[in-house]
């Protein structure tokens, strides 16, 4: 079975400043995909990123990268230049390619971004 | 427009009356997923349902029910065996392909009273 581990429960960032959350995950395939999605006070899930675990190069969104470490099983998210509206809940998640995968969720990071 | 949708927002039942929570999807997507969520949480797995009329437990099944007669819809049930039913429900439906990504419903909140 395929797990995701988000082991810091909490971090905070100054405004402007750069965060990283940290995400690992277990699985013995090597075809999967990977995302990072936001879940604000209003409870809407939001996809932050997406990684296809084929693909060598990390992806980017404006101020959010990752950085996928494919044989250390290793997923992190920088948010870059934190803004007041990146305060929120964080989700690491996985997916295998084959149709009878499902989709796996952590338990999530609570991000305070300090004024 | 292309979405999911989860109905209603709030939703109050008296104890011991079964519930059903409706998510319905347009975006011809096969995999759908319920998901609960309790204040401060992660996500728990509920069901999940890859194809039309079949579905697979997920974590935390019990005192709940699903169906899946339509590509659509997929209703989940909050039976009076649920012992602690009161949380916050997220309906996702999944596509795949050359996008693979899991799109959410903006959730139902049941409180249980």
């Known amino acids: 079975a395929q797990t995701v581990t988000q082991s810091q429960p909490e971090m905070s960032v100054q405004e402007a400043e750069t965060v990283t959350l940290s995400c690992t995950y277990d699985?013995?395939?090597?075809?999967?995909?990977l995302f990072w999605y936001k879940q604000p006070p209003s409870r809407q899930m939001i996809l932050v990123i997406r990684?296809?675990?084929?693909?060598?190069q990390n992806a980017t969104e404006n101020r959010f990268s990752v950085n996928f470490q494919k044989a250390a099983k290793s997923f992190s998210l920088k948010i870059s230049d934190s803004q007041l509206g990146d305060a929120a809940m964080y989700f690491c998640?996985?997916?295998?390619?084959?149709?009878?995968?499902?989709?796996?969720f952590g338990k999530g990071i609570t991000l305070s971004v300090r004024p | 427009d292309g979405g999911i949708t989860q109905s209603p927002k709030y939703l109050f039942r008296k104890e011991g009356q079964n519930v059903t929570l409706s998510c319905e999807q347009n975006l011809n997507h096969d995999a759908m997923y319920w998901y609960r969520q309790d204040p401060g949480q992660g996500l728990r797995l509920i069901y999940y349902?890859?194809?039309?009329?079949?579905?697979q437990k997920g974590d935390i099944a019990e005192g709940y029910s699903v169906s899946r007669e339509k590509k659509e819809s997929f209703p989940l049930t909050v039976t009076s065996a649920q012992k602690n039913p009161t949380a916050f429900y997220l309906c996702?439906?999944?596509?795949?392909?050359?996008?693979?990504?899991?799109?959410f419903g903006q959730g139902t909140r049941l409180t249980v009273v």
């Open positions: 998640a996985f997916i295998l390619t084959g149709a009878n995968s499902k989709l796996t």
């Open positions: 990684q296809e675990a084929y693909k060598q």
């Open positions: 996702a439906s999944e596509g795949r392909g050359l996008y693979t990504e899991a799109f």
């Open positions: 699985t013995s395939e090597s075809d999967y995909y």
């Open positions: 349902s890859q194809i039309v009329n079949d579905f």
